[in-house]
């Protein structure tokens, strides 16, 4: 695995960035041509942040407008309302006024623009990526980097074929907690891991039912739509709620779930599974959501050596528990205290409500991954308390420094790896919706002896409207 490299968060945070960039060969790109430029320390590096409405403003923004001798240089979105409502933030918060753009394909060809980060809805991940590529930008992808198998496959092909620095937002691989949890795993801390269990419990209310209404004033409705099918308005099929409608989002699985499926699938050093199954339902409430709100997914992997290997994933949008303390703000090293204060009359204990994690099971332990960046261990028969750790990431710095030195090998979320942990992510979908368990065949890719999940994971079930098409030959 690419990220199974000796570069530490420590260590890239300590790479010195004025090793510069040798003089790339000219590729031929789509929207036009330019040679790589050569940068030292202290040539600023700008980038367009794509989709500025949620995770573009609070995550892309003010993540690359820390980094030293980076400029927030364009900000692209289809909807000028949340446009205006950026600068003026902007400007509050004393930030180089950006270009503006509405259209992706005009900021493309902005040859200023060194980068793009991506963050607007799933279902234009990937072509905008391939689009990026061959206008010779370099990219970082929100997760999940495809709506079906088909695009990441492309986007890969892209990035190879263009020689892009290209990085996936699966926030934990660039977690000093995570990093150090998993070489605690190949060390053998817990001896044999041999189950990784995945956790997305969130308490989502109803989205209820949206009437059609007519566009609002200022969306770009048929750019926003892109390769989907194109239908008519309703708030549901705009702001978030596009993640439960297939057209457009992978559901939970696909929004939360995909860094636990990530990192569950890095602790156990696993690439592609064999067998894959998923059930599960949209329970309690009548609204407009097509998928599920309750999932339970199982992956099987085989490994060269014949041992077997398991991932569980689980997503819950209502009623839930804690498990392993994940969810709870301080993460306790030990779980001793927890079932004196659970389950009696008049407890102070307040169970969460939300919970995202991971679970790693071995022959000597076992070892619990919260999103607050930490780690723990229990050990033996006893479960005494082991090794753990808080430590925080910065993946914007190190999407920079590998624009700037070249080095894909100092990526620590590459896009190979996201497009194999969104895989899984497909494969579980498509097991979801067609009701059967899948077989998988690593080697080639695909489903065997069953085209309708082929064609699912080609997204031929759905589509792509012209001319928002995923290219054949990238």
């Known amino acids: 695995m690419a990220n199974d490299s000796k570069v530490s968060r420590r260590d890239f945070l300590r790479t010195s960035a004025e090793n510069s960039a040798g003089l ?20 600023r590096v ?17 993540g690359f407008s820390h980094v030293p001798n980076t400029e927030v240089a364009a900000i692209c979105d289809v909807d000028e309302n949340v446009i205006a409502q950026r600068l003026a933030d902007m400007e509050k918060q004393d930030l180089p006024k950006p270009k503006t753009y509405i259209d992706y ?5 902005d040859k200023s623009i060194d980068a793009v980060s991506i963050a607007t809805p799933n279902h234009w991940h990937s072509l905008m990526g391939i689009w990026g590529c061959q206008a010779g930008k370099d990219i970082y992808i929100e997760k999940p980097c495809s709506h079906t198998w088909w695009e990441g496959h492309q986007l890969v092909n892209a990035v190879r074929k263009y020689d892009r620095i290209a990085l996936h937002g699966n926030q934990g691989r660039f977690a ?4 150090e949890g998993v070489g605690k795993l190949r060390e053998g801390l817990i001896g044999e891991v041999y189950l990784a269990r995945g956790l997305c419990f969130k308490w989502r209310n109803t989205i209820g039912k949206a009437p059609v209404e007519p566009v609002p004033a200022g969306v770009h409705y048929d750019l926003w739509t892109g390769p989907a099918p194109m239908k008519p308005f309703t708030r549901n099929r705009f702001h978030y709620n596009w993640h439960w409608l297939w057209d457009t989002g992978n559901g939970d699985l696909g929004n939360q779930g995909v860094h636990e499926i990530d990192q569950a699938r890095w602790g156990l050093g696993v690439k592609l599974p064999n067998r894959v199954s998923a059930v599960g339902g949209h329970f309690v409430f009548e609204d407009d959501q097509e998928t599920p709100n309750t999932l339970n997914c199982a992956f099987e992997f085989i490994l060269p050596d014949g041992k077997k290997r398991m991932l569980e994933f689980e997503v819950r949008h209502w009623i839930t528990n804690t498990e392993a303390e994940i969810g709870m703000p301080d993460f306790r090293p030990s779980a001793a205290a927890l079932p004196q204060s659970v389950g009696r009359a008049g407890h102070s204990f307040k169970q969460p409500k939300s919970m995202c994690g991971n679970l790693f099971y071995g022959s000597k332990g076992y070892m619990a991954m919260t999103d607050y960046e930490s780690y723990r261990t229990w050990l033996g028969e006893e479960q005494e308390p082991g090794p753990s750790a808080t430590l925080g990431e910065d993946r914007w710095a190190n999407f920079i420094q590998c624009v700037r030195t070249r080095k894909k090998e100092d990526l620590l979320s590459p896009i190979e790896e996201g497009h194999v942990s969104c895989t899984l992510i497909h494969l579980a979908n498509a097991s979801y919706r067609l009701g059967r368990t899948l077989n998988f065949d690593p080697a080639t890719e695909r489903v065997k002896d069953d085209e309708d999940a082929n064609r699912m994971l080609r997204g031929d079930d759905r589509g792509f409207r012209k001319p928002f098409t995923i290219p054949e030959h990238v």
């Open 105 to 109: 394909r005009k900021l493309l060809e």
């Open 176 to 179: 000093g907690g995570y990093i």
């Open 46 to 62: 700008r980038v367009a942040v794509v989709g500025i409405h949620g995770q573009g403003w609070n995550g892309h923004i003010p």
């Open 24 to 43: 790339a060969a000219l590729s031929s790109m789509s929207f036009f041509t330019r040679p790589e430029k050569i940068r030292g320390a202290n040539d």
